[in-house]
């Protein structure tokens, strides 16, 4: 299954955190992945910092509404912070205002920065570092919407009635100032306590608002957990974590944003979709016949989001049933253009499936390329401006580029998780343990193991939701290699980790990851 550790834990002193980064430091070498930025890109952020751009940081288009109180809303150890968010009652309904970073205030289109920032095409996240889109003196530095500090942004405006549903939209460039730093674990613990802020009780209040519409435009959502890794010692472990409630209400706000954006670009015949269509009905009945084969049957009269909202990965047969929900949502790709004649005709060739609505990548432009693109331009469409000829001759070109660093982040991060489950197992060489068989073929199986919690494939007997035991033979860290066997078999060959699973948006956003946006 699509796992992403979420930043490394270490502690001071720990042979572990060390042997870990010095196996990803080869990685990173190996890779293909953009480290250092050339002296040029450089040159051109730190003038763009200083207020020396081309571009202009601060101008006379952005309105101040530094009075705002906004606050933002991430991981403790976030520094590329995107967006802020300042919510209120109105009425019966609610007003919400999401500043969202003005990354195009020091990116000059077809500048040095830009130029590089599409070599990137997104930041990469591994267990121990990341490895930023944009240098870090503006993705952690001025153009983070970081605490006390007056910051460029797109700021949306959005009326909401009493069913969450958006009832009015508005864009502007503005000066914000950021009120706090909050962190999803303290503001849970707070909520949780009685204690917590007005303004997160809002964002509970409007998530479950914003989920239930989901539902009833047959939306779906995947819901599994993420790997902490902990550093300790000599050991590496990794451990299950479920994301907070306050995290999905905070998800919705970024994908109601998302939703508005394709609206606006489809309206005005010019922009960036993120689409994915629609499982086709055979892949649908197999999914039935397996839920029934799991002694989990999906009812005819449920729809697929509501099915999947009864399943929770604790539960071992569930959990073989969401691993198997996620080759359903797979085909996720960017539709660009910029004209109404180049949007498929068919609709349903304009929507995001698993959101259940047209959708597009808004709300992270510290982090991920696309995402300027579309502010830039519904920024346009909602002025009742042309697009600027820079801005219209880029946006064909942007799906491909994504596609292409994607694939490429895709593959770096996929082979960190790799050495991070090799090293967590190495402790247990000649233990047992428990598995959950998820998926069972040609003497293969794919195996969940429960604790800790790592995938892997291996000769063993079993059918999808079976617990079974297994012994760990042996593992190669650096070659990210975990060799399986029963627990009362001998060792097979060629046994490693699994292929992971497509799955996107689907998920709500990850700790040090960009949102689900």
Known sequence: MALHPVSLHPRDGSIAADELRHLLDALVERSEVPVEFPAEVLAAAEAAAAGAGAAGPITAEHADRTDVEFVTLDPASSTDLDQAMHLSREGDGYRVLYAIADVPSFVELDGPIDAETRRRGETVYLPDRRISLHPEMLSEGVASILPEQDTPAFVWTFALDATGAVTGTTLERALVRSRAKLAYDAVQADLDAGTGLEMMQLLLEIGAKRRELEAQRRGAS????????????????????????????????????????????????????RTMPAADEGSIRDLRRKAAALGQPWPEDMVYGDFLRTLHWSEPRHLALLNQAAKLFRGASYLAFTSPAEL???PAEQVQAAIGAPYAH??????????????????????????????????????????????????????????????ALRSSIGSELEATVLTSSDGKAQLQLLEPPVTVRAAVPGKPGDVVRVRVE??????????????AGRPAADEGRTETAEVDEVQASAPGQPAAS
């Open 344 to 346: 498929p005709a068919d």
């Open 222 to 273: 995947l819901n599994l957990p993420e790997q902490e890794v902990f550093a300790d010692g000599e050991a590496l472990r990794l451990q299950w974590r479920t994301p907070l409630p306050i995290e999905d209400a905070n998800a919705q706000i970024s994908l109601m944003t998302g939703m508005e954006a394709a609206r606006i670009m489809i309206e005005g015949g010019a922009g960036i979709l």
């Open 474 to 487: 042996s593992v190669d860290p650096a070659a990210g290699k975990v060799q399986i066997v029963p627990a």
């Open 362 to 423: 808004t709300t992270a432009p510290l982090r991920r390329l696309v995402d300027r693109f579309v502010l830039l331009t519904c920024h346009h469409l909602l002025g009742g401006d042309d697009l600027p000829d820079a801005l219209r001759t880029a946006l064909p070109l942007i799906p491909q580029v994504m596609q292409e660093t994607g694939s490429r982040a895709g593959a770096i991060e996929r082979q960190a998780i790799d050495i991070v489950e090799a090293l």
